[in-house]
């Protein structure tokens, strides 16, 4: 059996079994007469070590074959050549401005990516499709076959590297003096340090380090521990719920079974400097707000005000909003993890990863009658109030 | 037809060209004939798995290709501005300037959306291609020595597209990055004893601070590029210097490499593939939205919608954490009180053991099995059922945490409970993967037997015939005598053995010469001929 068959048939020689022997695996003289090209060119691959067994035309020269293989080749060159220069007449005077109102189903603008996607696919694709036809069915068909050279080095190299290597430490003779020894470590200590040293310096930073809105007021309360709706942010006076647009909240804003998305009322408090503030005040039906009232935690007594309710808006789990409201069986569905919180049991989760209550915001209104965060002490005073426990994520020493 | 045929003019013919003047100038400066001789004729196994590691060399080259031009335009500030562009629907609203200058790249650069589209999908088929090429590689046991070191280097590889991926979808600072962004957090919070710590450093304070998007930018475009092409780079040497694994077959051993020298066929062909991998990126980009940020709008700490998912490589992680039980530990020390996180767990714990369990894989499988020996040649995944299942077992973990990633939209789109789809996830988790392992296993012993039964009986014809006693036996073709499996494909239908191969090409008319009638040899005297190829379909009714 030749070696070609024995390549192409499934079931010829199994692994293992070298083929025979083709010519061209001894030595030849380069320069003798009557050496060809593709003599040169075995006897190159051979002094890599590798046999080229198989190297055929794929087509008979200037058979009907081929040529249609060629005009198939040019066919796809030039069909590439077309979606590329597409590609950059398109880029360049199909309309691409955004129409603004103008825009509409069948606005050409809306096309721009689209064409432009499809002329560079094409053209990209024709080019490597006829590259690929070039390289498959005209280009002549080969076998070769290199050896590897797996395992290590010769036993010789070994040691010859080995001495070469122990030579070298040796001579530095750092074995044989141990005061260098110790210098080199008192030496070199410090510029490992010096490598950390601007991570360190530069990089940590204190996470209970108070936002300079709290140093201002005097207390040195870290971030995780306080929330936007502090007194101390709004010169000790209870903070007002506002809108994103910034207007103050009055009962009456809020429909029976309606929520609203409240910001504390202070410089910057509806942007996410204050990324934690964000709470959910809800209006509560007349009996869903007495079945909460009777099962409030001892935390969360005197923080409804009326039928009202105001939950932190990040959830105990992940940071995400628990924003989805169902307002038929008074859950709060946080979209990023599933949990569930229900509502009138001061917001326990009841499915999901989180673990903990989302925080009851202490509501109460003000001498305007706006909604504002804070209680009415057995005084009869108005005191603001935070959030009683820190909200968001879990975390080490909380 | 072991004898070649002379291509190409004689050499004696050829005159001192320019291009072999410009040659010879070269070679005096660089002597690099030789080594440029054992470049050209480096050979190459050809097989379709072994193109999976170069779609994602192409990706990565369409990425550095797209990223660079985003980077002329994409502004990483959190500087707050009012958008003005010419996007109307977000006009005169607060963001910030990475927001809007997402946004200015998407509507107001000349093709800078289609730019845009091609980025991100083109991390897509880079972290696809490098799963797939994983599992290759893990399924034929290609990991094997000597090729462990590029194994962890393929790991590591993996996790750096990863971070990649999740810093660059970060970027446009819309409200599904700044989402994404608040979950990172959370779990770098989660992480005990230095959680505050690490996540206050990161952010420069509390969260999302002024600095997080100039940072993950950074990380973005220059530290993990520089790794990532580092580690390519160091992959691809590593490849070259141990060669390329191949599939056992005629004349494959584990001392050779059996297919075709790098020049010019190999070579043309790889940059005819990295073309059609370009030409598949940009049909997807022109044709297939992705990341439209203009209809999520700026990242507020109060927003997010329904169907919050992240690129679906980042979904397993978002699955761990949407099935992990609600368990969180307190505990107090020294009259201090401590908190291990659910996040923990499913944020921290699972990606650190995947890991590791990854890295240390083929040094594991070397360890039990005590096979110290140098492989070149693939495994068929059916003859290493117990590797196999071990994979089919990984795969079926990961898809199940990636589903659950998505659990919310399978619920409303299949109208089943959420807390159902929660559910089946966890009991799905622990159950499945051990009967994935059951399952492959058995798959694997059943096509090994029937290999060994073609081997010794031969490929089912599909005759029926019916013996004078009248039973009914199936004709079967014989391969040969005493046959040995061989690691290879047994061929099992009879168009594989040439029975039913097309006597002609063309479709509308013959584009070749119909080949020589097969001389009729002479029947061997014991009935049926030696090799058994396709050329004769002599059948053999099945003896037992």
Same mark, same amino acid.
């Given at each position: ?61 200037? #058979? ?7 005009? %198939? ?148 309360? #870290? ?53 934690? %503030? ?24 005197? %923080? ?52 903990? #209550? ?22 009869g005073e108005l005191v603001g109030s935070d959030f009683k426990v820190p909200v968001g994520p879990s975390y080490w020493e909380r | 037809m072991s004898t070649t045929t002379e291509p190409g003019p004689r050499a004696k013919a050829e005159r001192p060209s320019r291009l072999a003047h410009a040659g010879r100038n070269a070679d005096e400066r660089l002597q690099a004939a030789s080594p440029l001789r054992t470049l050209l004729n480096k050979v190459f196994p050809d097989h379709w798995s072994f193109l999976l590691g170069e779609v ?489």
């Amino acid at each position: 059996m030749s070696a070609q068959e024995s390549l192409e048939t499934e079931h010829g020689p199994r692994p293992g079994t070298t083929l025979e022997p083709a010519a061209g695996t001894a030595e030849i003289d380069i320069n003798a007469p009557g050496v060809t090209r593709f003599d040169l060119v075995r006897e190159g691959a051979r002094r890599d070590g590798i046999e080229i067994v198989v190297y055929e035309p794929r087509v008979e020269p200037g #058979s009907r074959l081929e040529r249609r293989t060629e005009r %198939s080749v040019a066919l796809l060159f030039a069909l590439a050549g077309l979606a590329g220069a597409a590609f950059i007449v398109a880029y360049i005077w199909w309309p691409w401005e955004y129409p603004g109102t103008e825009l509409n189903a069948f606005h050409l603008q809306r096309f721009y990516t689209p064409v432009l996607g499809v002329t560079l696919g094409l053209a990209l694709f024709l080019l490597g499709a006829a590259i690929i036809t070039w390289v498959k069915k005209l280009l002549p068909h080969e076998v070769a076959i290199e050896q590897r050279h797996d395992g290590p080095s010769a036993e010789e190299d070994q040691r010859i590297t080995a001495a070469t290597l122990t030579n070298v430490v040796d001579e530095s003779g750092i074995m044989r003096r141990p005061l260098l020894k110790g210098a080199i470590a008192l030496g070199a200590l410090p510029l490992a340090v010096i490598a950390a040293a601007p991570i360190i310096g530069g990089l940590i930073r204190d996470p209970h380090r108070p936002l300079p809105e709290m140093e201002a007021a005097g207390l040195d309360l #870290s971030p995780q521990d306080h929330t936007g709706w502090h007194p101390a942010l709004n010169d000790g006076n209870p903070v007002r719920l506002v809108h994103e647009n910034g207007t103050p909240i009055r009962p009456a804003d809020v429909a029976v079974a309606g929520q609203v998305t409240v910001f504390p009322g202070i410089p910057r408090g509806t942007t996410n400097y204050y990324a934690d %503030s964000p709470a959910l005040l809800i209006h509560l039906r007349q009996e869903h707000a007495d079945e909460l009232r009777g099962q409030l935690y001892e935390l969360n007594e005197g %923080s409804m005000y009326g039928n009202y309710v105001a939950y932190s808006k990040i959830c105990t789990h992940a940071g995400c909003p628990p924003s989805l409201y169902e307002q038929q069986t008074n859950m709060l569905l946080c979209p990023c993890h599933q949990s569930q919180f229900e509502i009138l049991n001061n917001a326990r989760p009841v499915f999901g990863p989180a673990t903990r #209550s989302l925080a009851m915001l202490p509501l109460a209104l003000d001498d305007e009658g706006y909604f504002v965060a804070g209680t009415v002490n057995d005084a009869g005073e108005l005191v603001g109030s935070d959030f009683k426990v820190p909200v968001g994520p879990s975390y080490w020493e909380r | 037809m072991s004898t070649t045929t002379e291509p190409g003019p004689r050499a004696k013919a050829e005159r001192p060209s320019r291009l072999a003047h410009a040659g010879r100038n070269a070679d005096e400066r660089l002597q690099a004939a030789s080594p440029l001789r054992t470049l050209l004729n480096k050979v190459f196994p050809d097989h379709w798995s072994f193109l999976l590691g170069e779609v994602a060399l192409w990706s990565f080259v369409v990425l550095l290709l797209t990223g660079t031009f985003l980077t002329l335009f994409f502004d990483p500030s959190m500087e707050h501005i009012v958008y003005e562009g010419s996007y109307t629907a977000l006009r005169g609203v607060e963001m910030s300037a990475a927001y809007a200058s997402t946004l200015h790249i998407s509507f107001d650069v000349r093709g800078g959306l289609f730019i845009r589209q091609m980025h991100h999908w083109a991390a897509l088929l880079f972290l696809a291609a490098i799963v797939v090429h994983l599992l290759r590689i893990f399924f034929t046991g290609a990991f094997r020595k000597p090729r462990e070191m590029n194994w962890v280097i393929g790991v590591l590889l993996f996790w750096l597209a990863f971070l990649l991926g999740f810093t660059g979808y970060s970027l446009p600072d819309d409200a599904l990055s700044g989402t994404g962004l608040r979950i990172a957090h959370a779990i770098m919070l989660a992480v005990p004893v230095i959680g505050t710590w690490l996540a206050s450093s990161l952010f420069d304070g509390p969260f999302p601070g002024e600095v997080i998007i100039f940072r993950v930018y950074i990380a973005h475009v220059f530290i993990l590029p520089l790794l990532t092409l580092g580690l390519i780079g160091a992959h691809l040497a590593l490849v070259f210097k141990q060669k390329h694994t191949q599939w056992a077959g005629p004349g494959r051993t584990n001392t050779n490499v059996v297919g075709e020298r790098m020049v010019p066929r190999y070579a043309a062909k790889m940059v005819a593939f990295f073309l059609v991998v370009f030409a598949t990126i940009a049909l997807l980009a022109g044709l297939f939205q992705i990341n439209p940020v203009w209809l999520f709008g700026p990242y507020k700490a109060a927003v997010v919608s329904v169907a919050s998912q992240p690129d679906w490589y980042v979904m397993f992680l978002e699955g761990s954490t949407r099935l992990f039980p609600a368990w969180e530990t307190r505990f107090s020390l020294f009259g201090e009180h401590f908190t291990l996180s659910p996040l923990f767990w499913p944020g921290v714990v699972l990606p650190g053991v995947l890991t590791v369990l990854m890295l240390a894989y083929p040094f594991l499988e070397q360890r039990i099995t005590k096979d110290n020996r140098i492989h070149n040649l693939l495994q068929r995944p059916r003859d290493v059922p117990v590797r196999t299942g071990l994979g089919a077992m990984a795969v079926t973990f990961f898809v199940i945490l990636t589903i659950s990633g998505a659990n919310d939209v399978v619920a409303k789109s299949f109208d089943i409970s959420l807390n159902a789809m929660t559910w089946a996830g966890r009991i799905g988790l622990i159950i499945l993967p051990p009967l994935a392992y059951y399952i492959t296993h058995r798959v694997c012993l059943g096509l090994q037997q029937h290999d060994r039964e073609v081997l010794a009986h031969g490929v089912e014809t599909g005759i029926i015939k019916r013996m004078p006693d009248g039973r009914f036996v199936e004709v079967h073709q014989p391969l040969g005598t005493d046959l040995e499996y061989t690691g290879w494909a047994v061929p099992k239908k009879m168009n594989r053995l040439g029975a039913l191969a097309p006597a002609v090409r063309g479709f509308f008319v013959p584009i070749e010469r119909p080949a020589a009638p097969p001389e009729v040899a002479p029947p061997a005297p014991n009935g049926h001929d030696d090799t058994g190829t396709g050329e004769h379909t002599r059948t053999d009714v099945e003896r037992r």
